[in-house]
């Protein structure tokens, strides 16, 4: 299996045996940079690729499921306008999703976070600050990230959170190391389409629809204006071709 700790032996080997053998033939030190930079390819990738599992265990899509079950899951809430509206839709429609909140967001819109709890949605960490560099982030850094927001999310009355989303869907060692200690489940998708950054709610529909299939984990998130008009007529997609949409937790029971 193709992971963190078996690509980096597996490069040492290789250089290893270039070091010997550069003992007994000519090898260029191109050969030696081209191993190098090649390693650094596949660590860049695995950090971004989350269904390669590279860093840590991650569940992408229940592949197995009989069942035509799909999660739809949101990122990046609460927010003051577009958290509710969804929520409203979900009452509607009697569906249950999972939240994946920022933990400042909730200290900034605690009575909207307050909804999304008391309507049943299961709640998942995706770290306190959400900063554009998390990624960088050592090990400590990230297990304040999580007990923070852990911290938050318990005070409305809430279990710890079992689930956790890396903001931006970037893993790395510190991380890898930061979930070992804090025994999170971390939680990626199977379909990602872009809500935030594409502008055509149809171009947006149309990339779920096609993708879609049971098992699958939808990333959608509850802070810009499309997200109503692409949450309604996906719930009505779902019903007309008789998909039922659960939490994460449901998903992951059913695998």
């Keep these: 299996m193709l992971n963190f700790k078996n690509t980096t032996i597996a490069y040492i080997a290789i ?30 990738f695995g950090s971004f690729w989350m269904k390669f599992r590279f860093f840590v265990p991650t569940f992408t899509a229940n592949k197995i499921t009989n069942k035509p079950y799909v999660a739809l899951t949101f990122d990046d809430g609460p927010h003051p ?5 969804v929520l409203v839709l979900l009452r509607k429609y009697q569906i249950r999703a999972t939240f994946f909140c920022i933990g400042k967001n909730i200290e900034r819109y605690p009575d909207i976070f307050k909804k999304i ?10 770290s306190y600050s959400h900063k554009n560099t998390i990624g960088f982030n050592g090990t400590k850094c990230w ?4 007990e923070q927001t852990d911290t938050l999310i318990e005070s409305f009355g809430v279990k710890k959170p079992a689930y956790f989303r890396p903001p931006f869907g970037v893993t790395s060692p510190h991380l890898a190391k930061a979930i070992s200690f804090t025994s999170h489940t971390v939680i990626g998708w199977s379909i990602r389409p872009y809500d935030t950054s594409i502008k055509h709610k149809w171009a ?5 629809k096609r993708k879609l ?9 509850d802070t810009h204006a499309r997200i109503p008009f692409i949450l309604e007529r996906l719930l009505l997609f779902l019903h007309e071709n008789n998909y039922k949409a659960v939490t994460i937790n449901r998903l992951l029971d059913e695998k």
């Design 15 to 44: 250089l290893l045996l270039l070091m010997v053998g550069s003992l007994f033939f000519y090898f260029s030190g191109w050969v030696f940079c081209y191993v190098i930079i090649s390693y650094l390819i596949i660590i860049i």
């Design 81 to 85: 306008v577009y958290t509710e509206q």
């Design 117 to 126: 709890v008391e309507e049943g949605h299961t709640i998942g960490n995706h």
């Design 143 to 146: 297990i304040n990230e999580l």
């Design 204 to 208: 947006i529909l149309r990339h779920i």
């Design 213 to 221: 299939k049971p098992g699958s984990v939808v990333l959608l998130h």
